[in-house]
C-alpha cells in the first residue's frame, strides 16, 4: 500500500508540471501531432513579441527620430561639401587688364581654356566673371550690329552661346572669321537667367585668317608669338638654292626634294610671288609659301621677288614652304631707291599713309565688309569709285583697298575713278553695266564733299533702278547709303 501510494504521488506530480507550463501542450504522439504543435508555438512567439512592441512605444519612437535625424545631417554635410569643392576651386585669377587688347602672351596662356560645348554645359556661377579662352567656337546663325554680338555654336551642340566683341573692328573680324572656319577666342565669362555668355571678347586664332594676339598694330601676333622661342637667328640656313633649282628638282622627284632639305634651313633666292592670300603666299603657280610673321607676308606683293630663308615640308601630296623669314623683297628694294632719289615722293607716301583720310577708309573697309557678309553677298565682289581729282577721296580709297587686302582678307574687284567732268555729265551706265555684268555685291564711294554725294548719289540710284543693278553703295565712312526710289525722293524732294 505505502508503495502504490507513492507512486500514484508521482504521476499526479508529473501531469502538473507539465499542465503549468502549457495546458495546451500535449507529448504529440504522431507527426501531425508534432506540426500542430509548431505552429502554435511560433504563433505564441510572435504574440509574444507584438505584446512586447506595445508595451514600449515611445522606445521606438525615439529609434525613428534619431535614424531620421542622422539622414538629415548626412545629407547637409554632402550639400556644405560640394558648395565648399565649388569656392575652391573656382580659379582664382590675379588683376587683369579691362581692356583684352593689353593682355600679355604670358598673361593668356595662364587662363583657364574651355571648349565652347563645356562652358554651355555649365549651371553654376563657377566661371561668372572670370576671363577665359574659349575654343571650338564653330558657326552661328546670324548677328547683332548693334551689340556687337554672335550667337556661336559649339561643335555637337545644337544651342547658341552669345558672344559680344570688344570693338566695332573685332566684331568684324569675328564675323568674317566664323565664316571661314572654328575660331579661338579670348573673353569674360557672364552668367545670367542660367546661361553664360562671353564678353568684351577678341579674335585669338583662326586656322583660316591669320593667326593674332590682338588687333593692334603694337602687338605681336599670336603667329609671331608662338615662334619668338624660335632658337635660330632669322638669317641662318644651311644651304642656299634659287628659286628655278628648287622647282626643277620637286618636279622631278617631290619625296626626294623634301628628304633631301629635311631638317634644314634653306635660303631661297629670286623667288617669284604668283599670288597673296589671307595667311599665306603663293610660287610657282600653286606651291604655298607660310611666313614666320605676318608683316613679311603683308609686306610683299603679286609678282614679287623675293629671297626667303624657310623650311621646305610636305604639303597634302606636294611641298611647301613653311617657317619663312623674309631676307629681301627685289621690287620694294627698287621702289624704296626710287623714294631715295625724288624726295618728294617720299614725302607725299608718309602724309598719305599717315592722314586721316588714309585711315577712314582703313576703318570703313571693316564696316563695308562686315556688313555685305551680314547681307550674305559676295566679299570678293567690291569695288571703290572716287574723284580722282580729290587726293582726300584718294586717300581713302587707297586706305580702303589697302586695309581690304592687308587685314580683312579680300581684295577688292576692281578701282573705279571719276573726274569733274564726268560729275558734271551725271552719266555713270557705263561703270553701272560693268557691276551688273560681273556681279559687283557694293561699291565704296569717298565722296570729296557733301555737295558731290548730293549731285552723285541721286543719279547712280535713278540709274541703277533704271539698269536693273541691286548693289549696294556705301559713303566715305562705310555706312550702307543705299536708297530706294521712293526715299530717294523722299529725301531729294
Known sequence: MPNQKHDATEEAIFQSKNTSQSPNHQIPTNLAEASQTNADLSKQYDDSQDATAAKSPEKNTKKRKLHISWIFCAILLVVLIVVAYQYLSQPAQSPLPENPHEFTQDQINALPTYDLSEIDGLSSKKLDGQWVVVTGVHSFNGADNATMMIPALAIGTSTYTEIYYYSDKDFALGCLALALDETTVLGK???????????????????????????????ASGNEASNNSFSLPDDYYDVSITDDQLIEEANANTARTINAYMGKRVKI?????????????????????YFRNSEDLYSISKGSRITVIGSVTEDYGSYCITDAVLVTDENKSTAQQNISDNPSVSANSDIQANSAAYEAGQAAAWKVYNTIFQYGYDCNKVVTLNNSDSQQATDMADGFYDEAVLMVGYTPYNTYTYNTSILSGCDFTVFL??????????????FASPEERDTLLPALTIQANQLGYDGRFFDGEGNDITMTMDELEAAYS
Open 433 to 446: 553695266m560693268q557691276w551688273k555684268e560681273a556681279g559687283v555685291t557694293g561699291v565704296y564711294i569717298p
Open 189 to 219: 565669362c557672364s552668367y545670367a537667367n542660367q546661361n553664360y555668355s562671353i564678353i568684351d571678347a577678341i579674335l585669338l586664332k583662326n586656322d583660316t585668317l591669320e593667326p593674332m594676339l590682338t588687333l593692334d598694330s603694337n602687338t
Open 269 to 289: 633666292t629670286d623667288l617669284q610671288i604668283t599670288s597673296i592670300e589671307t595667311d599665306k603666299a603663293r610660287f610657282d603657280l600653286l606651291q604655298p609659301i
